[in-house]
Each structure stands twice: as structure tokens, then as C-alpha cells.
């Protein structure tokens, strides 16, 4: 009972809901369900036709993509209040990368039929769908320039700094996630990420902590 | 009268108009024009807000992306039928990159503010808007596995590959953009480019022409 009022708080409390509004998300609400997942659990995989849209309440996902003979790397990684993966749902199209959890998970199973159901019927469902899925454009062409541009220590950087409230301007970054993680969603190794962090704190922009790092100031730290 | 007919003809055959349909595309045409344009004119700019919602008619347009002290890239490459950038549209929020143009090009301007009144107002250009903004991610996602996995010599046999319909199997990869922009969209010096197509033509999965790529197995080339 405590748990489920908890639950309904982090869904209400979401981006996604507030732009949805509370009436087009009753339906899709109606039989979706959440899980506690320990570290390691696999949501779905890659190849899979998806069944449900997954929304992270609480934790950190990994998506991780595997190449034949090429081996595998974190596409993006999804902390609380995000939905995913939004696009193999409305497209009925098999994922292009599984999804694993990085820390205990607590996460709200909509099923897909459910959510297509709803779009197709709620045009304020729909709105917010276009929104969702415009900002993680966003975010994946954030990502393409920074492999293509930046150098190890300003991806590092700019990943920190992403992880303090720009209101605040200083303070922990959560790093729960395996290191090995964080770097591969950066397109490094995981030793080219413990130099980046050695560098950073070296010029006294942060301070390593373990499963964070002290930021005394946010835009320096991205200068 | 022509022109306008042919132009007439490419948008209505754009998968996005398929998609949304006649009706709802009737409004949102109303107010749009289009606008031949030579190869390297810049159809916005990065840190633009967005007036207009292109889409291209005829000719290849590079999303091109800067970062200061780090020089500038091409973030995606968009051929005839592709609407851009619909996310910073329905954000309101500035481009992450510019447009320019790597052929001449045929573009039709959509007024923003016509677009995001459009997809507000018809629930069918909404749901067009999200299978678009579904199909733009898992392209950024296809390129964030290639950059992080994949060698440059597959980089280039997938790039070559896409160019050719599956169904044909074979024929000719039309490659009009100037070889920079591949080089940048598929995360390369233009040398590295060159010698991942040698290297392709060494192995007989392809043939180099000019401004195009002939090959005769399709399947053998991303094999």
C-alpha cells in the first residue's frame, strides 16, 4: 500500500505525466504494473519485439547495443522519470538495444498495446508523446558530437556536470552506475575514463568520491 | 505551373504525408512554399530558432554541428522525403545544428508556428509527427552503435549499402554529397574514407565512379 501510493507519486511527478495530463494517462495507467528489479536484470533485449514501455521510477538503465564480432557498448543510459523505449513501441519494431539494470530498478510496465491504444485515442497522449520523443532526439544528437568532437575529459566533463541541477551550480554527482557503464555511454574505456576524472580533479574542477564526484562549480567543470 | 506541380507530386509522395494524410496535410501546405537553393547555401543555422520546418524535396542536406575550439562535424545527412528538424520545432528550442546544403536542393519551408498549429489541432499529423520523430532516433541510435563498434571500412559498406534498395540487392549508391561531409557524418577523415572504399574495391564488394558506387551484391557488401 505505501509502496504503490509511492509509485503513483514518481509516475505523477514525471515529465512525461505532467505533459500528458492526468486524464489521458487514466487509461494507460489502468494495466500497466511496476517492478523491483535488482542491479543486473535485463528489461528487454535487443532483437525483441517490444511488449511493454517501460517507465523508470527509480535507478538507473542501461541501453546496451551488441554488434557480431564487433562486441557491445551502452547506447544511452535512463535515469528516474524517463519512459523508453517509446520508439520500437509506436513503430511495432524489434529493439536496437537491450536494456539492463545499472542499480536496484523500480519500473512501471505499460503495455504496449495499451500505450499505441492510447495515442491512437488521446491526442493529448499523442502531444506528449511527439514531445518525449523530440528530446531524446536531442539528447542522441548531443551525443553524436560529442564522439565526434569532444575531446575524453570534456565528455567526462559535460556528463558531471549533467548529473547537478543547473539551479544549484554545485554539488554531488550520483555516479551509481558501473564504471565500465559510464564509460562505454561515453565511447571510452573504462581507464580512459578514471584518467578523464583523474585530469578533472587534478585542475581542481571535481573531487572523486565513490559513485560521485564533488562539484564545487558547475560551469567551470564545463568550461 | 510545372515546378509547382512537381513539387506538388514529391510531397505528396514524402512517407511523412503518407503517413498524415491529405487532410491533415491540406492546412499546414496552405501557408508553405518552396525554394530551390544552391549546393552550399544554409538553410538555418545552429542556435537558430526555428521559423520553418523543411522538407526536402530533391538534393542532400548535411546537418552540420560546431563546437568551439573543437572544430565542426556532420551530425546526419538527409535525402528527398525527409522532413528536419521537426524536435526543435515542437521544443520551440534552438537548433543543436545548422542545415547546408550538399547539392542543389528543392526544399519546402513549413512555418513553424503552422506545423506545431497543425499537430495541435489534427490528431493525424500528431501521430505522423511521432512515427517520424520514432524513425529519426532509431537512425541517431544506428549511428551512435557504428561510431562506438564498428570499424571504419563497416561504417562505410552500411553507408553504401542504405544507398541501394533492399529489394534491388544491387546497383548503383549515389553518393552527390562532397566527400568531407560522408567523411564527418560517418566519424572519419576524408582520407580514412578513401581508403575504406579502396579497401571495399579490393575485396570486390564495390566499384568506385564518380559521385556513386557500383555494387553487385548488396548482401555481400555488409556481410
Request: net charge neutral; with cysteine; glycine share 8%.
Amino acid at each position: 500500500m505505501q509502496q504503490a501510493s509511492r509509485a503513483r507519486l514518481l509516475v505523477e511527478n514525471s515529465p512525461f505525466f505532467q505533459a500528458a495530463g492526468a486524464t489521458a494517462m487514466t487509461e494507460v495507467l489502468r494495466p500497466s504494473f511496476t517492478q523491483l528489479l535488482p542491479r543486473g536484470a535485463v528489461l528487454f533485449e535487443q532483437g525483441d519485439e517490444p511488449d511493454f514501455l517501460h517507465m523508470l521510477l527509480e535507478g538507473s538503465v542501461g541501453l546496451q547495443a551488441s554488434v557480431e564480432g564487433c562486441g557491445r557498448t551502452v547506447v544511452e543510459l535512463f535515469g528516474s522519470g524517463e519512459l523508453f523505449l517509446a520508439p520500437a513501441v509506436m513503430l511495432r519494431l524489434p529493439y536496437l538495444a537491450s536494456a539492463v539494470a545499472l542499480t536496484e530498478v523500480r519500473v512501471l510496465m505499460i503495455p504496449a498495446e495499451a500505450f499505441r491504444d492510447g495515442v491512437g485515442r488521446s491526442h493529448d497522449l499523442c502531444r506528449a508523446t511527439t514531445q518525449l520523443l523530440a528530446r531524446h532526439w536531442r539528447l542522441m544528437v548531443d551525443q553524436v558530437v560529442d564522439l565526434k568532437l569532444r575531446s575524453a575529459e570534456d565528455r567526462v566533463a559535460r556528463f558531471v556536470a549533467r548529473r547537478i541541477s543547473e539551479e544549484a551550480g554545485a554539488g554531488d554527482a550520483l555516479l551509481p552506475e558501473p564504471r565500465t557503464a559510464i564509460a562505454a555511454r561515453l565511447g571510452m574505456t573504462p581507464e580512459t575514463l578514471s584518467r578523464a576524472l583523474a585530469g578533472l580533479e587534478r585542475k581542481g574542477k571535481l573531487q572523486r568520491g565513490a559513485g560521485s564526484a564533488t562539484v564545487a562549480d558547475r560551469t567551470a567543470l564545463v568550461r
